[in-house]
């Protein structure tokens, strides 16, 4: 079975910082990987998936991640957070796209002015 | 475009009732939808799958006779929450996936917030 971490509960950084959100998973096999946004109260919005192809992967609002199979990491990235990305932010594997997901812990991005 | 609905967004309700919980697709017909459930300031976890027309596939833990779900059409599932107790208070999140457009992707609805006194 696939599993996820997500090695930060929470990430401080000030406007206008670079971030980085750190995402490990374990798979014996190929896996497909996403990240998603959750602001409060509200269901989760896709930034950005791999599924094959480049390891560098741009999302929306100027995010990005890089897929690492050596080191079955996929850590998202922005070169400069807003206010208003402040969120949880969550790393998702699945073994055959579009089923079933396997979420880590989550991460609360918290930007400060 | 892969607009997914849910009703209610919150609910209360006394312990002992049932409860309801509709997950739509607005735009595009979804062969598989997923229910999972979050408690506060934790990760979604995965509850069931079901398929439009098929019964649903439960997680392990999770029971099929108190969490009831119909997907009875390619726009439509719900979750039922039977004779609820406070212990199933709980932010539950629906996702949809198309047979077209991105299969590769589940599109989340905005949850619903499920309160039992």
């Known amino acids: 079975a696939q599993s996820v971490t997500q090695l930060d509960s929470q990430v401080p950084v000030f406007e206008e910082a670079p971030v980085e959100l750190r995402c490990n998973y374990s798979?014996?096999?190929?896996?497909?990987l996403f990240w998603y946004v959750q602001y409060p109260n509200q269901g989760l919005q896709l930034l950005l998936k791999?599924?094959?192809?480049?390891?560098l992967v741009k999302g929306i609002n100027g995010f990005e991640a890089e897929f690492n199979k050596s080191q079955t990491s996929f850590h998202l990235r922005k070169p400069s957070v807003h206010i208003s990305d402040t969120a949880e932010y969550f790393c998702?594997?699945?073994?055959?796209?579009?089923?079933?997901?396997?979420f880590g812990g989550g991460t609360r991005l918290m930007v400060k002015p | 475009g892969a607009v997914v609905s849910q009703h209610p967004s919150r609910v209360i309700c006394k312990s002992g009732t049932s409860v309801k919980i509709e997950c739509r697709s607005l735009?595009?017909?979804?062969?598989?939808m997923f229910w999972y459930r979050q408690f506060p300031k934790q990760s979604l976890m995965l509850m069931a799958t079901?398929?439009?027309?098929?019964?649903?596939?439960?997680e392990q833990g999770v029971e099929k006779d108190k969490f009831l779900i119909n997907h009875a059409s390619l726009t439509l599932s719900t979750l039922t929450v039977t004779s609820a107790h406070p212990e199933d208070s709980s932010f539950y999140i629906c996702?949809?996936?198309?047979?077209?457009?991105?299969?590769?992707?589940?599109?989340f609805g905005p949850g619903t917030r499920l309160t039992v006194l």
């Open positions: 996702s949809a996936r198309g047979a077209w457009g991105d299969p590769d992707t589940q599109y």
């Open positions: 798979s014996s096999v190929s896996v497909y």
């Open positions: 791999y599924l094959s192809g480049s390891t």
């Open positions: 998702a594997v699945t073994l055959n796209a579009g089923n079933m997901l396997t």
């Open positions: 735009d595009f017909q979804a062969t598989t």
């Open positions: 079901s398929n439009e027309g098929s019964k649903a596939t439960y």
